[in-house]
C-alpha cells in the first residue's frame, strides 16, 4: 500500500502533530488489516491445498473397497428402475460407514440418499450441502456399455474423499468454510430409460442442495459437453388384415403407414436447424408377408440442443405421422413419455475449476467446440441446483454403447481413471466450500444462464445473399 501518493490532506497549524500522529496510526491499522487479510488469504489456500492433498489419500486408502463396489455392480446389469441388486449393494456399501445417514428406499424403491454432517462453521449458520450423484442402471442385452458402473463408483469415492479430508480437520473452522458443509450421496434409478432423476426432481430431492456434482465415462477428458434435450415418441398405426394375395383391397396396410411415416421424417431433416436430430425403427412391422399387416409401431427419438426448441420438432414430426395415417387410411396413436429430458445448463466458473483441478493430477482435457453429444436426465437436474457432469476417459477408444465398452467399464484398468476423476470432483468442491466469492460467482452464473434460456434466444437477421 503505497500510501504517499494518494493521501493528500491540509490539516490545520494548531492540531498538525496531533493529527500527524492519528494519521500515522490510521495508516499502521489499515496496513496491518492488509496483512491480517493477506494471512488469512494465504492460510485458506494452505487450507484448500491441505484439504485436496487428503482427498486423494482418502480415496487411494480405500480405492480396493471401491473397485469391488463397482464390480460387483457392473457384473450384475440391471434396467431402469429394475437395479435391485446394485442399489443394495450401494446401501450396503455406505451403511458401513457410521458418519453417514442413509436412506435405503429415498422417494424411489431403487434410489439411496447418505448424508454426511454438518460440519464446520457454528451452530446456527447456514448449511451448504454439496451432492454427488451416482447412477447403476444398465443397458438391455450389452449391460454396462455406457459404464454407469463407474458413475456410481466417482460419485462414491469423490463423497468419501470430500468427507475423509474435512474429517482430518484438526478443528472444523480451520477448513475455513463460511458455511456448515453437509455431504449427500444421491443414488439415481433410470438414467438410460426413464429419468429417475426427474421423478427425484418432482419429489423434492434437490431442493436443500447447493451444488451437485457427476462424471460420465466416454472416450476423452472434457470437463463440458452440450447434452442435448431429448424426448422420445411411441407411434402405432392401426390398420385392417386381408390376405395379401387374395384380397388385398380389403385391407388397410399398417406397415405402408410406417414406411410413409419414415420416409417422410427422413426427408424432413433436409429442412432441420443443423443440430436438430430424429431417428427412430420399426419396432414392429407385421406378423408374416401374406397377410396386409393391422398393426404397426414406430419409436423415434426427437432431440435438439435447447429444451426450449423440442415442441417445435415434436410438432414437425407428429404431422409427418398424422398425415401418413391420413394417406393410408389408418387409425394413429402417438404417445409421448412422462419425462422430457432437458440439455445441461452449461457453468463455466465449476467447470473451469474443475479443469484446473483436473491438470494438477496430469488429466489432460480435449477442447471441444459445438459438439453434438447425447441427452441425459441430469440435463434437468442443472435447471434446479447448479452442477457439473464431465465426461472422463476410461483407457479405451471403444464407443459407449458397446460390448467393447462394457468390457473396458468392468477393466481394471479404469480404475486409476475413474479414481482420478473423482479425486478432482471433490477438490472442485473444496473450492467452492472454501472460497465464498466462487460459490457467489456459481450461483449468479446458474441463475443468469436459466434466465437466458428461458427467455429464448433473441432474433438474428437471417438475410443471405443469393448468388
Known amino acids: 500500500m503505497a500510501t504517499s501518493a494518494y493521501l493528500k490532506i491540509s490539516l490545520p497549524q494548531k492540531n498538525k502533530k496531533h493529527e500527524q500522529l492519528l494519521l ?4 499502521t491499522s489499515l496496513l496491518d488489516c492488509k496483512k491480517k487479510i493477506m494471512a488469512l488469504g494465504s492460510q485458506s489456500r494452505e487450507n484448500r491445498m491441505q484439504l485436496k492433498h487428503n482427498i486423494g489419500t482418502c480415496i487411494d486408502t480405500i480405492q480396493d473397497k471401491l473397485f ?32 453417514w445417514e442413509v436412506e435405503s428406499h429415498y422417494k424411489l424403491p431403487t434410489a439411496v440418499r447418505a448424508t454426511w454432517g454438518p460440519f464446520g462453521g457454528k451452530d446456527g449458520d447456514r448449511v451448504l450441502n454439496v451432492g454427488f450423484l451416482c447412477e447403476y442402471d444398465a443397458l438391455p442385452g450389452i449391460g454396462h456399455a455406457c459404464g454407469h458402473n463407474l458413475i456410481a463408483e466417482v460419485g462414491v ?18 477448513c475455513l468454510t463460511p458455511l456448515r458443509v453437509k455431504v449427500t450421496v444421491l443414488g439415481t434409478p433410470a438414467e438410460e430409460d426413464g429419468g429417475g432423476k426427474v421423478d427425484l426432481i418432482l419429489a423434492g430431492a434437490f431442493e436443500d442442495m447447493d451444488v451437485v456434482f457427476m462424471a460420465h465415462p466416454a472416450q476423452q477428458d472434457v470437463a463440458f459437453l452440450p447434452c442435448v434435450s431429448i424426448t422420445d415418441v411411441t407411434v402405432k398405426y392401426h390398420g385392417k388384415a386381408s390376405h395379401a394375395a387374395a384380397y388385398p383391397w380389403e385391407g388397410v396396410n399398417a406397415l405402408d403407414a410406417a414406411v410413409l411415416a419414415y420416409n417422410s421424417l427422413s426427408v424432413l431433416r ?3 436447424k443443423p443440430d436438430w436430430r430424429l431417428h427412430g425403427i420399426i419396432k414392429h412391422g407385421g406378423v408374416k408377408p401374406n397377410i396386409i399387416p393391422a398393426y404397426t409401431e414406430l419409436e423415434y427419438y426427437l432431440r435438439t440442443p435447447l429444451v426450449t426448441d423440442l415442441s417445435d420438432l415434436k410438432a414437425k414430426a407428429e404431422a409427418c405421422f398424422r398425415s401418413a395415417a391420413m394417406a393410408t387410411g389408418c387409425q394413429v396413436e402417438i404417445t409421448y413419455p412422462n419425462h422430457t429430458y432437458s440439455n445441461i445448463l452449461p457453468n463455466t466458473t465449476l467447470a473451469q475449476l474443475y479443469e484446473e483441478n483436473g491438470r494438477s493430477l496430469g488429466i489432460e482435457f480435449v477442447e471441444v467446440q459445438n459438439n453434438f453429444s447425447g441427452s441425459t436426465d441430469f440435463g434437468n437436474v442443472s435447471f434446479v441446483v447448479p452442477g457439473i457432469h464431465p465426461f472422463f476417459y476410461i483407457g479405451t477408444d471403444a464407443l459407449n454403447h458397446t460390448e467393447e465398452y462394457t468390457a473396458a467399464a468392468g477393466a481394471e484398468k479404469a480404475q486409476f481413471y475413474t479414481l482420478r476423476t473423482a479425486k478432482a470432483l471433490a ?3 473444496v473450492d467452492v466450500l472454501c472460497c465464498p466469492e466462487l460459490f457467489h460467482k456459481m450461483r449468479v452464473e ?4 436459466k434466465l437466458k434460456q428461458e427467455q429464448g434466444p433473441k432474433d438474428k437477421d437471417t438475410t443471405v445473399n443469393l448468388t
Open 24 to 27: 500515522r496510526k490510521t495508516i
Open 427 to 429: 477438490m472442485t468442491a
Open 157 to 174: 469415492a469423490a463423497a468419501l474423499g470430500l468427507t475423509g479430508a474435512l474429517g482430518l480437520v484438526r478443528e472444523p473452522t480451520d
Open 446 to 449: 446458474f441463475s443468469e444462464a
Open 68 to 99: 469391488i463396489l463397482s464390480q460387483d455392480i457392473w457384473r450384475c446389469p440391471e434396467l431402469a428402475y429394475g437395479e435391485k441388486q446394485s442399489h443394495d449393494r450401494l446401501v450396503r456399501f455406505l451403511s458401513d460407514d457410521n458418519l
Open 270 to 272: 433436409q429442412q432441420l
